[in-house]
């Protein structure tokens, strides 16, 4: 190349490239950034919607009312009426969309005992038995309903 | 009349907002219709977990409401909460004795004697902080903070690298090994946009564990925060941590 470009033909073309590097880069970044990546901040809206749609698994006391009535009634005198029935029965969803769905079987025993066995890291005020000396380890069930566990109620 | 370039400039202009307009209202009405029933505003909650330690009966629920309702991955044994006992002794009360026997999921078996000192359970979980260090180390974006106080983390977006693992002071992050990228409690977000409380809050036999909007003014826990002596964990960090502990003795950490 003749006349004054002569001294900055190499810039010219290293400015071609670079500005040919920009496009790629910006082409590619359009390609692959989703559209919704900063609507809010630095990061995907998207993954917001994607958390909030994983399902459930605990029904809530709610949908167990709907149907078992009579078992919260039974509680409501007792202080076990704000336990909530999934604390013992377990996760119940399933159950609650398709009643054929079977509810697992849990041992009274382990299931009083979590709450109700004597250990020193466990707030005064709450009612704990040593097992061994209460009731020589048989079951709760015969004198304590779980529903409503004082003494004077019918197992 | 002939068209001018301003005239086909505004006319054209007009029909493209138009479009758009009601392109996106037509969206908003197509989406509606599914869930109508509740739509969750992002703007008008921030969430806040109160933790009554002195409820606490070390029982174990709520770490197995987390396992089961979230699927947490029991090889190896991960936590997104679990429950510590503290044993404080009276002859070394500088030094608490801290244990956590598989997070506490089996409770606790009995290891210490009445009057040997103090010994106390303290749940823990994500603190869901308003400025958490483990958002702003993440080199990706796969984790944030949303507008109504959930730290969440973005599984499509973590690449795995652990930063987050290591910046949270809480020691609420791990490494899931099934997917390879981070996990943490996400404040069962899937259950509070749907109006339910978390699996935790909802089986603890005590009410130890309460969930808080606080947008909302009608929220018990307004009064509570006003009337009990509230504290956070690690506050010299000001991380903004949101899970506000009733009843915590100083040793904990």
Redesign the interface.
Known sequence: MQGPLKDVEHLIRLSALFAAGLLLFAVARAQFVPDD?GQ?????AG??A?????????A??ARCTECHEDEVNEAAPSRHK???C??CH??LLKHADDPEVAVPKADAQTLCL??H???????SH?PTVVAKDHSDEDSCVPCHQAHDPRMDQEP | METTRRDFLMVGTKLLVMTAATASALERVLAGAADAAAP?N?ADHWWAMLIDV????????CVR?CK???DVVDEPMYFRTWVE?Y?IDMSDPDHPVVDSPDGGIN????????G?GK???VPKLCNHCADSPCTQVCPV????R??DGVV??????CVGCRYCVQACPYGCRYLDPRSHTADKC?LC???L??G??P?CV??????ARQIADLKNPNDPAHEYLRTHKIQVLKPQMATGAKVYYNGLDGAVR
Do not use: W
């Open positions: 990546f809010y901040g630095h990061y995907r993954a917001i994607d958390v909030a749609a994983k399902p459930m698994v605990y809530g006391r704000v336990i909530a999934e604390t377990g996760a979590r709450c066995a004597a250990n020193t890291g466990k707030p709450q | 969750y992002t002195e409820k606490c009966i070390g029982g174990g629920h409401a089961t309702e979230n006992r044993h409770g606790f078996s009995e290891k210490y004697a009445e040997d010994t106390f359970f974006g796969a984790t944030f949303t507008n969440l983390i973005d599984k499509d977006y996400t977000y899937h259950r946009t749907r339910m409380v699996a909802e089986v603890c036999p005590t009410g």
